[in-house]
T-cell receptor, first 113, second 117 residues
Framework: SQQGEEDPQALSIQEGENATMNCSYK?????LQWYRQNSGRGLVHLIL?????REKHSGRLRVTLDTSKKSSSLLITASRAADTASYFC?????????????FGTGTRLTVIP | DTGVSQDPRHKITKRGQNVTFRCDPI?????LYWYRQTLGQGPEFLTY????????KSRLLSDRFSAERPKGSFSTLEIQRTEQGDSAMYLC???????????????FGQGTRLTVV
């Protein structure tokens, strides 16, 4: 079974608006990662946040992590039509030697030009 | 292009046939992962290799699924006696992990889309 659950399942916004996606997970983690997937394509890594970090930025992306609530959020600011894609959070369990990613169900983001 | 290549990109097969997919990871990456993704779902972990050693295979979906990475470079995923429920996207990813608990990102290939008719 998958580790995480994203919320919402689908999100539709106007270009220029901000998009926020949330992820909840179940077990202790080593790190949490966000990936993007264009329709029918492979996944592209966006950002990694370690379990001892609370916030991280990369360009227009901002990720937060709350390990006490076992949740994370991804904020995309000033969205563009090209941001239209599915976004997945993936956790790496806190287990010696493990680097397996366990993915959530994803949020389908549509940015309307 | 992430540097991970998968072949073929698409495969249509008749139920009961065997299929084999190939993944070529980024050359210096020591870890290789296989995932399955069905429509509208996130990728589901199947198995992974550290160099040529298969360290986790309990999540392979059934004994019809097997994977190899004979020389620690490319890998193959075989599905025997395919069933319609095997129709999915099969994704390969690789990463470089030098230390235990090292935080690393995975690089995914474009996937092989399998259709069992």
């Amino acid at each position: 079974s998958q580790q995480g659950e994203e919320d919402p399942q689908a999100l539709s916004i106007q270009e220029g608006e901000n998009a926020t996606m949330n992820c909840s997970y179940k077990t202790s983690i080593n790190n949490l990662q966000w990936y993007r997937q264009n329709s029918g394509r492979g996944l592209v890594h966006l950002i990694l946040i370690r379990s001892n970090e609370r916030e991280k930025h990369s360009g227009r992306l901002r990720v937060t992590l709350d390990t006490s609530k076992k949740s994370s959020s991804l904020l995309i600011t000033a969205s563009r039509a090209a941001d239209t894609a599915s976004y997945f959070c993936a956790t790496v369990p806190f287990k010696r030697g493990a680097n397996n990613l366990f993915f959530g169900t994803g949020t389908r983001l549509t940015v309307i030009p | 292009d992430t540097g991970v290549s998968q072949d073929p990109r698409h495969k249509i097969t008749k139920r009961g046939q065997n299929v084999t997919f190939r993944c070529d990871p980024i050359s210096e990456h020591n870890r290789l992962y296989w995932y399955r993704q069905t429509l509208g779902q996130g990728p589901e972990f199947l198995t992974y290799f550290q160099n040529e050693a298969q360290l986790e295979k309990s999540r392979l979906l059934s004994d019809r699924f097997s994977a190899e990475r004979p020389k620690g470079s490319f890998s193959t995923l075989e599905i025997q006696r395919t069933e319609q429920g095997d129709s999915a996207m099969y994704l390969c990813a690789s990463s470089l992990q030098r230390r235990i608990f090292q935080n690393t990102e995975a690089f995914f290939g474009q996937g092989t889309r399998l259709t069992v008719v």
